[in-house]
């Protein structure tokens, strides 16, 4: 199941983490990458957490990368630190790819959705970043920049 903020519904009584149509079987990393994906982008700063429409992040109550990481940890029995960074890189591919696949629906006249319009113009952005994740690693930059973060 694609875990993110965007598949949660939340009440009093009841909590769903929910998408069909995403669902894959794939490393579990990639969950806990696609529940922080809002984070990781809100850390390129305003301008491009805006673009993306990715949520606010200093709600109260929200909690923190590091707290996510801790409880996914000793939920999980093992600790995700180390292809966090790997994982951001592919969550953000991911994420364009997905955008693509909403463009070419849009395209076709077969999207669903009244804003596939919007998300399909969001696929180069997120590629960028993808690209930009990657060269960081290859560098040996992202390390330093999640451990401030964290």
């Not at 009440?11 to 579990?28: A, D, K, N, R, Y």
């Not at 994420?95 to 076709?108: D, F, H, L, P, S």
């Not at 998300?119 to 993808?130: D, F, H, T």
Request: hydrophobic share 40%; aromatic share 8%; proline share 5%.
């Amino acid at each position: 199941m694609s875990v993110s903020y965007l598949n949660c519904l939340v009440s009093p009584w009841l909590t769903v983490c929910s998408s069909w149509e995403m669902t894959t079987i794939g490393h579990p990393v990639s969950d806990i990458a696609n529940l922080l994906q809002p984070f990781r982008i809100g850390m390129e700063g305003p301008d491009v957490a805006k673009q993306l429409k990715s949520p606010q992040l200093d709600a109260p109550g929200l909690p923190s990368v590091s707290e996510c990481l801790c409880w996914y940890s000793h939920e999980a029995g093992w600790d995700p630190h180390a292809e966090i960074i790997w994982a951001d890189a592919f969550s953000l591919f991911r994420g364009a790819v997905v955008r693509q696949g909403i463009a070419a629906r849009y395209a076709a006249r077969q999207a669903s959705s009244s804003s596939a319009y919007e998300y399909g113009e969001q696929r180069m952005l997120m590629a960028s970043l993808a690209r930009k994740a990657i060269e960081g690693i290859k560098h040996g930059k992202n390390d330093k920049r999640r451990e401030r973060k964290l």
